[in-house]
């Protein structure tokens, strides 16, 4: 059986570790938060498939490529992952690093919230990499 590929989530000049944040969740469990789907796919340019937006001649901010057959698959009771990016002594802002086919699932399907877990920065520390990128 071949070894299963590392997960990361790359947002340059960093990547991070997807596996190490499951990790680390599951020796410090926590409560989960409820994410406003609607809100954080509108952010995330999961809102529409690519060819909606298209149509609408609009480009999302962000986005997600995601599989749009994959994302209908999904188990959307495992919860999303944010991160704290802020600076020190900044209020916390947050970006989701894992969960972008469960978010598109939920649209696709009328879902309004999620599940999700959130990091501190201290914990966004631990699975962050620099990784330079050509």
Known sequence: ?????KQ???A???RYDIDAAWR???RSPRETHRIKVSEWARALG???TPEEYQADGK???VNYNVDEE????VDISKPLIFVDVSGKGEEATYIMIDGGHRLRRAVIEGVEELPGYALDKAEAALIREVKFYR
Not at 1 to 5: L, P
Not at 70 to 73: D, L
């Open 46 to 48: 999961l809102a529409k």
């Open 1 to 5: 059986m071949a070894a299963k590929e």
């Open 59 to 61: 480009i999302p901010l």
């Open 12 to 14: 340059p000049p960093f």
């Open 8 to 10: 990361y989530f790359h």
């Open 70 to 73: 994959y994302a209908k698959t």
């Open 24 to 26: 680390l969740i599951e």
